[in-house]
């Protein structure tokens, strides 16, 4: 079945920075975007960011233009967030998620990681 | 920025009931609005896609509809497991953005 699992917790410093992993499984990875999505404790959902497995390109939002990097490696199906100057507002829970439709990037989620936390504290 | 406000931001109903979310749209977004549903702990899940369509897994009792600005999802009646909290989100402009949620708990 189509599977993404990301690694696990992070408790960082403010002004570090995180690094997190995104691993697809039961589909072709090249096919479908990848997105990341951030939820806040007790909030909605905010898109970061997405990648386009198969090119390399990718488009960030502009409010973490300047912090965000997402990248691929192919060749282990994997997807990746670093977010940079981290500050406490954030930490939250961070999803990778494939986009629902093959080859197109404003699209639904679906399916989703599991998530992972990310908290920033001193 | 399309802006999404669901309402209302908690629905109180019992096992059988009918229940009927909203969502409304800062601007026209067509048929291009999902809903997912996200349960304690868990990540979200893809419940219905462009306006009406349901996704994969979901009963017949969830459904979607809408066009433009103003959209609904309607439980026709709550089954224990559909207690949880529920999101649209659009893709019709980037960035791409969410609703607020409404948490559906048993009454």
């Known amino acids: 079945q189509v599977q993404l699992v990301q690694s696990g917790a992070e408790v960082k410093k403010p002004g570090a920075s995180v690094r997190v992993s995104c691993k697809a499984s039961g589909y072709t990875f090249s096919d479908y975007y990848i997105h990341w999505v951030r939820q806040a404790p007790g909030q909605g959902f905010e898109w970061m960011a997405w990648i386009n497995p198969k090119s390399g390109g990718t488009n960030y939002a502009q409010k973490f233009q300047d912090r965000v990097t997402m990248t691929r490696d192919t060749s282990i199906n994997s997807a990746y967030l670093e977010l940079s100057r981290l500050r406490s507002d954030d930490t939250a829970v961070y999803y990778c998620?494939?986009?629902?439709?093959?080859?197109?990037?404003?699209?639904?989620?679906?399916?989703w990681g599991q998530g992972t936390l990310v908290t920033v504290s001193s | 920025e399309v802006l999404l406000t669901q309402s209302p931001a908690t629905l109180s109903l019992s096992p059988g009931e009918r229940a009927t979310l909203s969502c409304r749209a800062s601007q026209n977004i067509r048929n291009y609005l999902a809903w997912y549903q996200q349960k304690p702990g868990q990540a979200p899940r893809l419940l219905i896609y462009d306006a009406s369509n349901r996704a994969t897994g979901f009963p017949a009792r969830f459904s979607g509809s809408g066009s433009g600005t103003d959209f609904t999802l309607t439980i026709s009646s709550l089954e224990p497991e559909d207690f949880a909290v529920y999101y649209c989100q659009q893709r019709s402009n980037w960035p791409l953005t969410f609703g607020g949620g409404t948490k559906v708990e048993i009454k």
């Open positions: 998620a494939r986009g629902y439709t093959s080859g197109l990037a404003g699209t639904e989620f679906d399916p």
